[in-house]
């Protein structure tokens, strides 16, 4: 086993992004790693259960040595065998935490076999949490990302929805693993708004509360110049069998005559006006709008990990650019090969990201681990 690569885990947004991308990508390469000063700035630092859970699933999935994965832990070594798929594999933190996040770690990980055996995921907790993409944006912006760039074909079930402060919730993923590398992709021109559909929910609460958030996200988005009869945003209330605990939130995407889809979102809480949250989803999706770029501010930092394991030349036109996705090109460059360039628009502060992509696929080199892993 070669010697573990060091990354900080303090490093620019230092939060649980970075270790998500940094294991997952070892995982993928075998490349041993050390993440020390993990979540160094926030308070509490260290590890919380989603962070443990998510590092525990991809053990499992990559037959690894896992050490310090301990609720405040502020350093772990992880150290990867070959994935095993196809396969079936689970995790459970046992609260709220983001089922979102937990397949942000594992996904990758599916990518690539030999086979084309589809593999699962189970995973359980809260399916719309704070600090974290809700499972709709997941489910109708994230993986058609995937889908229409690169050729992959998620299938995602939400089974139960789960809410703070228990969670409880349950989703699985099904994917088809490739064998060839993940093609470049190149998004220049957003084009005109074609569509704009939504999911304003509430579970253990009253049903007007969803239609409240919907009128208001609608108000909006119609006094932003977008025409009322392409906006199509449902109100529901979850059956009880179909939600664990109460909570309510809205989720909108609104799709593009070139294939792009930018979102907005926002979760209900007891001192915020259902029609208030509306509004401020509807405002985040009229600002993702505004500045004209290909991906929403969520969006561009998730896709930096797929840039670089495609092979060839990406270009993506983005919105300004996030300390989150700052963080996942830097975690990129420090585990891959694959090289990032960053053009800013002065007027605008918008963003070019180009990336040079390592090319991976599941068909290694004898040398794997010292073919790809950064000096």
């Known amino acids: 086993m070669l010697a573990s690569k060091v990354i900080e885990g303090n490093v620019l947004e230092g939060g649980g992004q970075l270790l998500r991308n940094t294991v997952a990508l070892s995982a993928l390469l075998q490349a041993p790693v050390r993440v020390d000063k993990i979540r160094n700035g926030r308070r509490p630092p260290g590890l919380k259960n989603q962070h443990v859970a998510g590092l525990r699933l991809v ?69 719309n949490a704070a600090q974290a993409p809700q499972i709709d944006y997941t489910q109708h912006v994230f993986l058609p990302f995937l889908r229409t760039h690169f050729g992959l074909a998620p299938d995602l079930r939400i089974h139960k929805r789960g809410y703070f ?19 470049p992709i190149v998004l220049a021109d957003r084009g005109n708004v074609t569509a704009v559909y939504g999911r304003a929910y509430v579970a253990g609460l009253p049903v007007r509360l969803a239609h409240d958030m919907r009128d208001a996200a609608v108000r909006v988005l119609t006094l932003a110049g977008i025409d009322r009869d392409i906006i199509d945003v449902e109100a529901v209330r979850e059956k009880h069998e179909n939600a664990q605990g109460s909570g309510s939130g809205i989720v909108l995407w609104a799709e593009t005559e070139n294939g792009c889809i930018i979102g907005g979102s926002a979760l209900g809480s007891k001192s915020m006006a259902a029609a208030v949250v509306g509004e401020v989803a509807a405002g985040q999706l009229r600002q993702n709008l505004a500045h ?72 290694p080199q004898v040398n794997r681990t010292e073919d790809v892993v950064a000096s």
Request: proline share 7%.
């Open 292 to 363: 004209g770029g290909c991906v929403d501010e969520y969006m561009q930092d998730q896709m930096i990990i797929f840039l670089a394991l495609a092979e060839g030349r990406s270009s993506v036109k983005t919105g300004p650019l996030t300390m989150h996705t700052r963080t996942a090109i830097w975690v990129a460059e420090q585990m891959t090969k694959a090289k990032f360039e960053i053009a800013t628009d002065s007027e605008t502060a918008c963003a070019l990201i180009t990336c040079e992509g390592m090319g991976f696929t599941s068909r």
């Open 165 to 183: 402060p228990k969670g409880g919730g349950t989703i699985s993923l099904s994917l088809r693993p490739v064998t060839g590398p993940l093609p």
């Open 59 to 127: 053990a499992d999935m990559s037959c690894a040595h896992l050490s310090g994965d301990s609720n405040g832990s502020e350093s772990i070594v992880f150290e990867p065998g070959p994935i095993q798929l196809p396969g079936s594999f689970h995790a459970n933190p046992g609260t709220a935490a983001s089922t979102a996040l937990l397949l942000q770690i594992a996904l990758p990980c599916l990518l690539f076999s030999v086979t084309s055996e589809p593999s699962t995921l189970t995973l359980h907790g809260g399916t």
